[in-house]
């Protein structure tokens, strides 16, 4: 065994795994293409896994990510991150593994040349330090894994929610779902900043869990009929789902009496009121290739939210995405009005709010009620040019976050949403007109 090299042990674990053929001609391509320091480092059977993520990377030339605890170091944890291509700065890298929830200790880079390959491949192995992560990674391997892929591609936003993958063991869509009602929340005139609701989350992991799957089992279309807003446990046919329900409420509702901190009650009572005042929401559909929507919408029953600045419309749409956040506000089940490309982040729903006033007003004379609704775009480009391809594209999300949750009428027939449980009576009616910003939309809209 002492006499024989890191090679010859690379060789016979890849016929192992791959058969002889194979495992030979592998050999051939990778026998010379990693570097002494990582043949130090890492044993030929490591290096298995390596050559996989390395093939994937040359095949897809996407970012590769591998959440491990190396055998010879107690309570160490490493990342490895392997791209091709030119390096990526520290820069862009250690924010994204901070807002994880990890500290980054030091970093180790490889450069692999596999033989015949058009061009190298880089694996950047980070040494990690994190409060509270179990020496077992079973359960948050694969979703820190993915969660900072969909960060990378801008899929999802690099902010302090992302703690909850190692901190509640949640995936990257639910998480989407907790900045969603947070962003949501700003619009509400929340004075909570969102670093203190990200901060309260992080706090309170066992909450957070029950509150996300108080959201599942109102929402899952898998779960059977719907449990409707304001059921009670005295209701006739109470349901598996609505029995489900009551229960995920008394559990919250117990587990908020340890919550000392009154700021931190407000906000997850928050959470959990908004998820009770939820109707619809696209969350469980998929597009054409089967994966989730790169944005979320959800219906609230906006009667029912206290916190809510006066006058309340009788529903809303809220749509969220990392590139834009958009919001529809209706007086009445028949309303009209128009969508306007808003440029107040912090407080576009103040603004739409104050139109929709206006327009319940220029209505009167007529049956429908006002509607109004409006969309930002974040993080604006400084071209014109581009900025303008933006504010169609964040115009286009928008309209299909309403479209997603909305019955369609053919002829006399409702014909609801597909995936989409309706926690309210059937509502075919919207019209979304032009507004500042949009009036040359027409054609997109159509």
């Given at each position: 065994?002492a006499?024989r090299?890191?090679?010859?042990?690379?060789?016979?674990?890849?016929?192992?795994?791959r058969?002889e053929?194979?495992?030979?001609?592998t050999?051939?391509?990778?026998?010379?293409?990693?570097?002494?320091?990582?043949?130090?480092?890492?044993?030929?059977a490591?290096?298995?896994?390596?050559?996989?993520?390395i093939?994937d990377v040359?095949k897809?030339?996407?970012?590769?990510?591998?959440?491990?605890?190396?055998?010879?170091?107690q309570?160490?944890?490493?990342?490895?991150?392997?791209?091709?291509?030119?390096?990526?700065?520290?820069?862009?890298?250690?924010?994204?593994?901070?807002?994880?929830?990890v500290?980054?200790?030091?970093?180790v880079p490889?450069?692999?040349q596999p033989?015949?390959?058009p061009h190298?491949?880089?694996i950047?192995?980070?040494?990690?330090d994190?409060?509270?992560?179990?020496?077992?990674?079973?359960a948050?391997?694969?979703?820190f894994?993915?969660?900072?892929i969909r960060v990378?591609r801008?899929?999802?936003e690099?902010d302090?929610?992302?703690?909850?993958?190692l901190?509640?063991?949640?995936?990257?869509?639910?998480?989407?779902?907790?900045?969603?009602?947070a962003k949501?929340m700003?619009?509400?005139g929340?004075?909570?900043?969102?670093?203190?609701?990200?901060?309260?989350?992080?706090?309170?992991p066992?909450?957070?869990?029950?509150?996300?799957q108080l959201?599942?089992?109102?929402?899952?279309?898998?779960?059977?009929?719907p449990?409707?807003?304001g059921?009670?446990?005295?209701?006739?046919?109470v349901s598996?789902?609505?029995?489900?329900?009551m229960?995920?409420?008394?559990?919250?509702?117990?587990a908020?009496?340890?919550?000392s901190?009154?700021?931190?009650d407000r906000?997850?009572?928050?959470y959990v009121?908004?998820?009770?005042?939820t109707?619809?929401t696209?969350?469980?559909?998929?597009?054409?290739?089967?994966?989730r929507?790169?944005?979320?919408?959800?219906?609230l029953?906006?009667?029912?939210?206290?916190?809510?600045?006066?006058?309340?419309?009788m529903?809303?749409?809220f749509?969220?995405?990392?590139?834009?956040?958009?919001?529809h506000?209706?007086?009445?089940?028949v309303?009209?009005?128009?969508?306007?490309?808003?440029d107040?982040?912090?407080?576009?729903r103040?603004?739409?709010?104050g139109l929709m006033?206006?327009?319940?007003?220029?209505?009167?004379v007529?049956?429908?009620?006002?509607s109004?609704?409006?969309?930002?775009v974040?993080n604006?480009?400084?071209d014109?040019?581009?900025?303008?391809?933006e504010?169609?594209?964040?115009?286009k999300?928008?309209?299909?976050?309403?479209?997603?949750?909305?019955?369609?009428?053919r002829?006399?027939e409702?014909?609801?949403?597909?995936d989409?449980v309706?926690?309210?009576?059937?509502?075919?009616?919207?019209?979304?007109?032009?507004?500042k910003?949009?009036?040359?939309?027409?054609?997109?809209?159509?």
């Amino acid at each position: 065994e002492a006499a024989r090299t890191w090679n010859d042990q690379l060789l016979e674990a890849l016929i192992q795994a791959r058969g002889e053929d194979a495992g030979i001609e592998t050999h051939r391509r990778y026998k010379k293409a990693f570097p002494l320091a990582y043949q130090e480092r890492f044993t030929a059977a490591a290096a298995l896994y390596d050559i996989e993520h390395i093939e994937d990377v040359l095949k897809t030339d996407r970012l590769v990510v591998d959440l491990y605890r190396h055998r010879s170091e107690q309570r160490q944890f490493h990342v490895k991150i392997i791209h091709s291509g030119a390096p990526v700065p520290l820069s862009e890298l250690m924010p994204r593994l901070e807002n994880m929830g990890v500290r980054v200790q030091s970093e180790v880079p490889y450069e692999v040349q596999p033989h015949g390959a058009p061009h190298g491949v880089r694996i950047r192995d980070f040494s990690l330090d994190a409060e509270g992560m179990q020496d077992d990674l079973r359960a948050v391997k694969e979703k820190f894994q993915e969660a900072f892929i969909r960060v990378w591609r801008r899929e999802a936003e690099n902010d302090g929610f992302n703690r909850l993958v190692l901190g509640a063991e949640l995936e990257w869509q639910e998480i989407v779902i907790l900045r969603a009602y947070a962003k949501y929340m700003r619009q509400m005139g929340v004075n909570l900043s969102e670093a203190w609701i990200q901060q309260t989350l992080a706090n309170n992991p066992a909450v957070v869990r029950q509150i996300i799957q108080l959201f599942m089992t109102h929402f899952d279309p898998k779960l059977g009929a719907p449990a409707m807003y304001g059921q009670t446990a005295a209701s006739p046919h109470v349901s598996g789902r609505q029995l489900a329900t009551m229960s995920l409420r008394s559990q919250i509702h117990d587990a908020l009496e340890s919550v000392s901190n009154p700021d931190e009650d407000r906000i997850l009572r928050l959470y959990v009121t908004l998820i009770e005042a939820t109707l619809r929401t696209n969350f469980f559909q998929r597009d054409s290739a089967g994966e989730r929507k790169t944005y979320l919408s959800f219906k609230l029953d906006s009667s029912s939210i206290r916190e809510l600045p006066l006058p309340r419309p009788m529903f809303e749409i809220f749509v969220y995405s990392p590139f834009m956040e958009g919001v529809h506000l209706r007086g009445g089940k028949v309303a009209r009005g128009g969508l306007r490309w808003s440029d107040r982040r912090e407080d576009f729903r103040t603004e739409i709010l104050g139109l929709m006033k206006a327009q319940n007003v220029k209505n009167v004379v007529i049956v429908p009620m006002g509607s109004k609704g409006g969309f930002v775009v974040k993080n604006p480009s400084a071209d014109r040019e581009t900025f303008q391809q933006e504010g169609i594209e964040a115009y286009k999300t928008l309209l299909r976050g309403l479209l997603d949750i909305t019955d369609n009428l053919r002829g006399d027939e409702v014909i609801p949403p597909v995936d989409v449980v309706r926690r309210d009576p059937d509502d075919p009616y919207l019209v979304v007109a032009a507004d500042k910003g949009t009036a040359t939309f027409s054609d997109i809209a159509n």
